[in-house]
């Protein structure tokens, strides 16, 4: 039997699209969705316009007045605004192929992520992405490859720099991580084990990113007394490593410093006039989440499980850690943890919510000083409970926020409902970005805190073709009601998803329409594409990884 020529091979075609009832007509449309009336915000802080914007083939293909025009596909905007799709670039949503839809993210109107953040990321990012693309995901996907676990793969939690050998294996497996499609290297600089390592092997790390065209993003060794020395460390070696840097999660975390916010964004701000591309991120609560250790000397940290419970329970190195532990509180204006409420304690989950004051209390029946110190030794000598931390100055996330180099990041990982009592952030971080500081203290004007959210995560980060509303560029939007923009997630009530965005479109797919999550899993693995600007080539739809890393 000779197969069918190109003309009987269209009947063929024809007719059986017809015997699946799928309309011929509706793939003549001019568009694949249009959006419909809303106010259009590009990204770039420019004032927003009505118009439409048609979606083809996964992306913006006209903005303008498209009423009349054929779409397969409608969303009606009228009344609302329409923004390109927010980027989070500090995230911890590792492994998402478990969790693919990311909801969290997604119904705060996030359309991309950086994970591996804070130095910790996934040891093989081959087969992250491998797993990512096998299940799907519902936005698009990036991550850095983080210095901690690197270095614990090379020289475990071991207090001491690395030999040669040793940095040369370090290096490697930093390098490994970028032909793999990582966006740069990150640093977590007050956990161990990166905090043992000295600037040379930080600066040797970041070079091998910053030759492959990756960024450096740190969470820097100090983010209270000596934030400025923390500063200066982190510019020192973007410059040295002559890569791009971000400076995650910046803020103030100690009262004796609160006020000094806007020294370091001059630090920042010099930084960049004498040519280094850095930028900073920052989430919108005047309270972090990290870990129950943080809070500890490093030494007590080495060696693992055993060893901490062995030094914790040693009456005479105990009274040495408590001595330490209250220097560190002291030297940053604190004279207990009462500020410290644990998020999520494997071994005692009855606690969560709890501040350390309050676990002191049901659990000495007292809650001194004293007995909040020994909670925190009993607690860390079982297991290592996440923790809330209020330790920052309203004042100080206002200026950090009007700064216009600082973008807006949850710093969150993918959450369950009701699971642990996390950070709020991980909720309602853009949502509280615009209803809190920009609809109710109008700290920044709507068009700065989308830019903030869009066209400046996207420039750094070297996401070509994303980050605006603009023809060419890849189809990730949200369309939100400014009005209705809400982030009900609290600190004791964390698991509330943010309001107000009731559409949100990645590479062209709804993810939410009306409010409703879709399920659709049209998100894509991103690359840097260095100096990737604004102008220039716009790659169809991102960088997307060949099916295996060449
Ligand atoms: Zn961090």
């Keep these: 039997m000779s197969s069918p020529n190109a003309p009987q091979r269209l009947v063929l075609v024809l007719l059986s699209l017809a015997a699946l009832g799928i309309s011929v007509a509706a793939s003549r449309a001019t568009f694949d969705l249009l959006i419909l009336g809303g106010t259009v915000l590009d990204g770039t802080g420019k004032a927003g316009v009505r118009a439409e914007v048609g979606i083809k083939d996964g992306l ?25 799709g927010f980027i989070d670039v500090h995230t911890h949503a590792d492994d998402p192929a478990e969790t693919p839809l990311l909801e969290n993210f997604i119904r705060m109107g996030v359309t991309a992520v950086v994970a591996g953040n804070c130095g910790s990321s996934s040891e093989s990012i081959a087969s992250e992405f491998e797993a990512i693309r096998r299940n799907g995901i519902a936005l698009n996907f990036a991550t850095l490859v983080g210095h901690n676990t690197v270095r614990a793969a090379v020289l475990g939690t071991a207090q001491r720099a690395p030999d040669a050998v040793e940095l040369s294996r370090m290096k490697s497996l930093v390098a490994k991580g970028m032909e793999e499609g990582a966006v740069g290297f990150s640093t977590g600089l007050q956990y161990v084990p990166g905090s043992y390592a000295a600037r040379d092997e930080i600066v040797e790390l970041a070079k091998v990113a910053g030759k ?28 040295a490593a002559r890569c791009p840097v971000q400076i995650s999660h910046l803020k103030i975390d100690s009262p004796n410093r609160w006020g000094t916010s806007g020294a370091l964004l001059d630090l920042v701000a010099a930084a960049r006039r004498r040519g280094v591309d850095v930028r900073a991120d920052q989430y919108a609560y005047t309270a972090g989440a990290s870990s129950l250790s943080i809070r500890f000397p490093d030494w007590v940290l080495e060696g693992g499980r055993a060893k901490i419970a062995e030094r914790l329970n040693d009456p005479r190195t105990w009274e040495r850690i408590k001595g330490e532990v209250k220097g560190l509180l002291a030297e940053r204006g604190f004279t207990d943890l009462s500020w410290a409420v644990i998020a999520s304690y494997r071994d005692d989950p009855s606690l969560n919510g709890l501040s350390i004051k309050q676990a ?52 969150s990982g993918v959450l369950t409902p009701g699971q642990g009592a996390p950070h709020p952030r991980g909720y309602g971080n853009n949502a509280r970005v615009l209803a809190r500081y920009v609809r109710e203290s109008r700290t920044i004007p709507l068009e700065e805190a989308v830019r903030k959210m869009t066209s400046l995560p996207a420039r750094h980060f070297g996401f070509k073709g994303r980050g605006e509303v603009r023809a060419g560029f890849a189809a990730d939007l949200v369309v939100f009601d400014l009005a209705k923009v809400a982030d009900p997630a609290t600190f004791e009530q964390p698991h509330r998803y943010a309001a107000g965005f009731g559409d949100v479109i990645v590479n062209g797919v709804p993810v939410i329409r009306k409010g409703a999550v879709t399920g659709a899993r049209p998100g894509q693995i991103l690359r840097r594409t260095p100096n990737g600007g604004p102008a220039g080539t716009v790659l169809p739809a991102g960088t997307v990884l060949p099916a295996r890393p060449r």
Excluded: C, W
């Design 60 to 84: 913006v293909a006209r903005v303008g007045n498209l009423r009349g025009e054929s779409a397969t596909d409608t969303v009606d905007a009228s009344g609302r605004i329409v923004a390109p």
């Design 212 to 239: 492959a065209g990756g960024l450096y993003a740190s969470h820097m060794r100090n983010e209270g007394t000596r934030v400025a020395e923390a500063v200066e460390e982190t510019i020192a070696v973007g410059e």
């Design 360 to 411: 002191a209390a049901r659990l000495l029946g007292r809650d001194d000083a004293e007995a909040q110190l020994e909670t925190a030794r009993q607690m860390l000598g079982k297991s290592n409970p996440q923790m809330v931390y209020h330790f920052m100055s309203e004042d100080d996330v206002k200026r950090i926020m009007k700064d216009p180099d600082v973008m807006v990041a949850s710093d």
